[in-house]
């Protein structure tokens, strides 16, 4: 297996080389109104979180149940205070738009029912503050943040009452802030929402059954990961319906939905790694995608998750299938995919059991922290999403390098990484992909949803033992403002930039 492995490696690299002739580029080889800009989520950023009226979501509850790394989203980097700051900071990096998401338990502390009005008005200052600042709002409705309130209620994404109350929500921003907003996320990564909040049980809500996870409060993991995305599409569908009929006319925005990908390779040559491979895209991007596209589940995961996957309703199947304008596609990583037979020999069914894969790294295996730079994985997602679903307007919501968040200002691996990743981009986009936009995660080192403040993704680094909490900027800060700014980008500039980081980190951004 190890020899076929490396022979793999090989062939890979190769075909890397062969294919990857973006490395040096600048944001003009990009088609015109393709938009560059970076990422966060409200728990991530906000802080301020029993401030103003706010209630706590489900990742209140988790962080506060100690499955962050002991760490909360109570203060974080207080975007909710210093928003103003940071778009100042955007404005000055040449971002052109910014993503963020909205708290629903701000905005609407029960789940439903009255509005919040400092929470309106908090995201009211922070729309117009980045449209004063020329920067294009992109805004997420959930980010694994339910209000607590609908979880307590009635069993939060596994009821079907999520459906009206997510679209009541929804409506509350489009009337509010749609004027502003021209591009909407409903829910962020659903298919990773629902493996991790329903099978393992290692992010929120937190709903497991033995033996898959431990220590779960409630949950079946055999059955909820398929009730939750299905009630996750049809409310965002009754979301984007709502939008296109009420809203699109008279706003102009554009509404979609976004999932998490992974470049997936077969580990050998074998007939059942390439199987095993296509089954794996469609447990991770035919169980979101699909639907949307083709109005249901992959026959695969039907055949395999029998009566535990919901079936849709002709009409459900009518409502889902087209109910987006874009799609949104996170990226950080490839694996590779072995077919793991023994696994249909378990009596006992999970979302993981009907995958039947055994995953592995691909690429530098001695990096234990830092993501391996495999820009072909996110020009192979690209390219996917072009063949199998007919092409359609794409947004790379996130991709980013992870460090130790108190490792470097001098951020090499994360240069290196957005360098290879935009250049991947821009070779898929060269080859007929539909991709219109791409975020970096993350604008600034975040509260991560599972290691808490022990790793950071940003351009900043915020320092969280001063109470002022200031921001520094990375190498890589100066780096993306450099390409926003219209720089072209080879290996030259990271030697350039290198050398003037310190006078750089005193000053202001070079042009
Ligand atoms: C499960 O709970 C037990 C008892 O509180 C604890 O010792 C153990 O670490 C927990 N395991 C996980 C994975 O949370
Ligand atoms: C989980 O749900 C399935 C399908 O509804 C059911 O057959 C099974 O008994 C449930 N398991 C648990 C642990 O509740
Ligand atoms: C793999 O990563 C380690 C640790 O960063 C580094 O020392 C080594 O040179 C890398 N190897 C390759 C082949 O890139
Ligand atoms: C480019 O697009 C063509 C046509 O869709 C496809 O066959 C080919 O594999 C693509 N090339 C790469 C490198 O993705
Ligand atoms: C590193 O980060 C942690 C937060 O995870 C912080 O408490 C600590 O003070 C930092 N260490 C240094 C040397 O800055």
Redesign the pocket.
Request: no cysteine.
């Given at each position: 297996m190890r020899s076929l492995y490396s022979l793999q490696m090989i062939v890979m690299i190769n075909l890397a080389v062969a294919v990857l002739c973006a490395d040096k580029y600048s944001r003009s080889d990009f088609p015109p109104g393709f938009v560059f800009g970076s990422a966060t989520s409200a728990y991530q950023v906000e802080g301020a979180a029993s401030e103003d009226g706010r209630a706590p979501s489900i990742w209140d509850t988790f962080a506060h149940a100690g499955y962050a790394n002991g760490a909360t989203g109570d203060i974080t980097v207080d975007q909710y205070h210093k928003y103003q700051e940071d778009v100042h900071l955007m404005a000055e990096m040449g971002l052109d738009a910014y993503r963020f998401s909205i708290s629903w338990s701000r905005l609407i502390p029960n789940g439903r029912g009255p509005v919040n009005p400092k929470g309106l008005n908090y995201y009211n200052n922070l729309i117009n503050e980045l449209i004063s600042h020329g920067i294009q709002p992109h805004v997420t409705l959930h980010n694994f943040d339910l209000p607590q309130a609908l979880e307590d209620e009635y069993g939060g994404w596994i009821n079907r009452r999520i459906v009206n109350d997510f679209t009541t929500y929804a409506e509350v921003c489009f009337q509010e802030f749609g004027d502003r907003v021209p591009y909407w996320t409903t829910v962020n990564e659903p298919d990773v929402f629902a493996v991790g909040g329903y099978d393992g049980g290692i992010t929120p809500p937190r709903h497991c059954?033995?033996p898959f996870g431990v220590n779960c409060t409630r949950g079946?993991?055999?059955?909820?990961p398929y009730i939750a995305v299905h009630n996750i599409l049809l409310a965002h569908a009754s979301a984007a319906r709502l939008y296109k009929k009420k809203y699109q006319g008279k706003q102009h925005g554009f509404i979609g939905i976004s999932i998490y990908t992974t470049g997936n390779f077969p580990l050998t040559n074998s007939v059942e790694d390439a199987i095993a491979t296509q089954r794996a895209n469609d447990f991770f991007v035919g169980w979101i995608v699909n639907p949307l596209v083709f109005g249901d589940y992959p026959d695969t995961m039907k055949k395999i998750a029998g009566?535990?996957i919901p079936t849709f309703t002709n009409h459900e199947s009518e409502l889902v299938r087209g109910s987006f304008d874009f799609l949104g596609v996170i990226h950080y990583s490839s694996y590779y995919v072995e077919d793991d037979p023994g696994s249909w020999e378990l009596k006992q069914r999970d979302y993981n059991t009907d995958l039947a894969v055994k995953i592995s790294n691909v690429g530098n295996a001695s990096l234990t922290y830092e993501l391996p730079i495999l820009p072909w994985g996110l020009q192979a997602v690209l390219e996917y999403f072009k063949q199998v679903y007919e092409n359609p307007p794409i947004y790379i919501l996130e991709n980013g390098q992870r460090n130790r968040r108190n490792s470097t200002m001098e951020d090499t691996s994360r240069v290196n990484y957005l360098h290879a990743y935009i250049g991947s981009v821009l070779d898929a986009v060269r080859n007929g992909s539909n991709a219109r936009g791409y975020f970096a995660w993350s604008f600034l080192d975040v509260f991560e949803l599972l290691d808490g403040y022990e790793s950071g993704y940003g351009f900043y680094y915020v320092d969280l033992d001063d109470p002022d909490l200031k921001r520094y900027p990375k190498l890589s800060a100066h780096w993306y403002s450099h390409f926003l700014k219209g720089g072209s980008i080879s290996s030259d500039v990271l030697i350039k930039l290198k050398q003037n980081f310190f006078a750089l980190s005193q000053g202001h951004f070079s042009q």
């Open positions: 059954s033995p079946n993991s055999s059955s909820e009566s535990r």
